[in-house]
């Protein structure tokens, strides 16, 4: 059993035995990096030390405990191109090849991504290259039997299915949710967790670390009991409006756990850090018109999410950002954007920061469409129906009641909903059951939310 003597810092406490008084106030303004560590990896010309790349190639980062040089722009492999329902494995060759050819070296995958696919596509595309060209990064996920010898076949099942005898990163899956008690369920008490640390003594693991989702005291717990584990890198959702208006005491979602704290005390404890959401589900793709304005008046060619991606890039502490690419425009338009990266400037960090804190007052819905909810046993498209609210949100045709063209927007909005969804795909289906709440790591209460869609279509609905 795990001890839970330690006292968890505050966010506050940790931040001011970081060193961050008031007078610190306006460095973070900017967004910058908050450690002195991460100060002095930054040179004269704006670049960090742990940043290589051939000019005009793509960025590197170096991993400080192996020397790995990973891509700074990773390659998602949760949403991988359909064809007739199924996975496009020719698709996914190309753009894997793409990828390889135009130096994206860090692939990311998990038994439970793709309808548990994603591994065998991963492993198919990647094995037509040498192994030592590309890293791999797995998981330990959760499917529900949390014996030693799930987790060691669960293991082994990977390796299979990648067609690899070692995997280069190696992780905890979505730890956080049910807090400290499904974390000691999940990996300490049945020992699963020393296994993995004795897969890696042995090298089958090169890195251990834990991508974290949900309650901050099992994050906290974690990186404190870190001289016993060695974890080299966390991953974790970092993005410009996540960086500061995540945690519910500002507003947002979750438990004390802004990006900006999460960030801080990985690298105060040498651990890098891998990035999920750097576009915050999608949506800092298609941010409100006047916003986007706003950066376009600083760059007129640059997109929302090319702004998005050099922001997190610009941090030192950062090994790689991943980015879910079924399209080749998209990952030609990514594989662009960091080779090599342009790091964003002092000025760019406020605005983004103004941006941010504006968004983070409109009411969307924290669904980044990772489909773990799904299938609902009533039928109900929970990612399809809460990407249309917040896309209505986020292109100002929300139906606010306070507006003047309420009405023409309410009929707009209930049109394009039966348009876009199944009659038995619609909120109304929700009955409450509650089944897809343990599955959501962004800890969505969603019948919830599915009122609040229920309530806006009303009567119009019918």
Request: glycine residues 8%; neutral net charge.
């Amino acid at each position: 059993m795990m001890d839970r003597g330690n006292q968890n810092l505050s966010r506050r406490q940790f931040l001011k035995r970081l060193g961050l008084t008031t007078a610190s106030a306006a460095a973070l303004a900017s967004m910058g990096p908050i450690s002195a560590f991460a100060r002095s990896l930054i040179n004269q010309s704006g670049r960090s030390a742990l940043m290589e790349g051939n000019p005009g190639g793509m960025t590197l980062r170096v991993n400080r405990h192996t020397g790995d040089k990973v891509s700074l722009l990773g390659y998602g492999m949760m949403r991988l191109p359909q064809k007739d329902g199924k996975i496009d494995q020719d698709l996914v060759n190309k753009e894997v090849d793409y990828a390889l050819a135009h130096g994206v070296n860090y692939f990311d995958t998990a038994p439970v991504y793709g309808k548990d696919l994603s591994e065998i596509a991963t492993g198919i595309a990647l094995h037509r290259h040498p192994r030592k060209s590309y890293f791999v990064a797995t998981k330990m996920s959760d499917r529900g039997d949390h014996t030693l010898a799930g987790g060691k076949k669960m293991f082994h099942d990977s390796l299979e299915k990648l067609q690899i005898d070692y995997v280069d990163y190696y992780l905890l899956h979505s730890v956080g949710s049910g807090g400290l008690d499904k974390l000691n369920e999940r990996f300490i008490d049945n020992g699963l967790l020393d296994w993995l640390c004795e897969q890696r003594d042995k090298g089958v693991i090169r890195n251990l670390g834990f991508s974290y989702h949900g309650d901050v005291s099992v994050f906290d717990w974690l990186l404190d009991h870190n001289e016993k584990y060695g974890f080299t890198f966390v991953q974790i959702e970092m993005n410009y409006i996540d960086w500061r208006h995540a945690s519910l005491n500002k507003g947002g979602w979750k438990q004390d756990a802004d990006a900006e704290y999460l960030y801080a005390k990985s690298e105060k404890a040498g651990v890098q850090n891998v990035v999920m959401e750097p576009l915050l589900g999608g949506r800092l793709a298609h941010i409100p018109e006047e916003y986007a304005k706003r950066l376009k008046a600083v760059r007129p060619e640059a997109t929302p999410a090319s702004w998005a991606f050099r922001w997190v890039g610009s941090h030192p502490n950062i090994l790689t950002t991943l980015s879910g690419m079924t399209t080749m425009e998209v990952l030609e338009e990514n594989v662009r954007t960091f080779s090599p990266l342009d790091p964003c400037t002092t000025s760019e960090n406020e605005l983004l920061a103004k941006i941010a804190d504006d968004m983070s007052g409109l009411p969307v819905i924290p669904c980044t469409a990772c489909q773990y909810c799904m299938p609902c046993p009533y039928g109900v498209n929970i990612p399809g129906n809460f990407t249309y609210y917040n896309k209505a949100i986020n292109e100002g045709r929300f139906p606010d009641k306070k507006s003047p063209g309420h009405e023409v927007q309410l009929t707009d909005f209930v049109k394009g909903y039966k348009q876009t969804f199944k009659d038995s795909e619609w909120a109304s289906q929700c009955m409450d059951c509650e089944v897809c709440l343990p599955k959501c790591p962004q800890q969505i209460r969603i019948p919830n939310q599915m009122s609040r869609i229920v309530e806006l279509i009303g009567d119009a609905g019918k």
